[in-house]
């Protein structure tokens, strides 16, 4: 079993920046990937970020050159920052952690980007 906290979303304004948190706890030696999602109301929960364990990534296009993610694994936290906010960047993002047939999800964060 693995846990998951996420921490860091709020309320910013256009251009601005957020950055988001998420806690792995429990058998974490199991995990290949983590990553974000995100959904907004009425839409579908769509793939923004995600790691894999040996280092490869990969972006959403609509936030490329925005969004940075990144794993400290000394303290099974990924992070994701979010710079150059924009209002349809507005959802609740999810972390996620991937093993051999099992998907993790954590309790979700709004980010709200408005003025």
């Known amino acids: 079993q693995v846990q998951l906290v996420e921490s860091g979303g709020g309320l910013v304004q256009p251009g601005g920046s957020l950055r988001l948190s998420c806690a792995a706890s429990?058998?974490?030696?199991?995990?290949?990937?983590m990553g974000w999602y995100r959904q907004a109301p009425g839409k579908q929960r769509d793939l923004v970020a995600r790691i894999f364990t040996l280092g490869t990534i990969s972006y959403a296009d609509s936030v490329k050159g925005r969004f940075t993610i990144s794993r400290d694994n000394a303290k099974n936290t990924m992070y994701l920052q979010m710079n150059n906010l924009k209002p349809d960047d507005t959802a609740v993002y999810y972390c996620y952690a991937g093993t051999l047939g099992t998907t993790y999800w954590g309790q979700g964060t709004q980010v709200t980007v408005s003025s």
């Open positions: 429990g058998s974490t030696f199991s995990i290949n990937v």
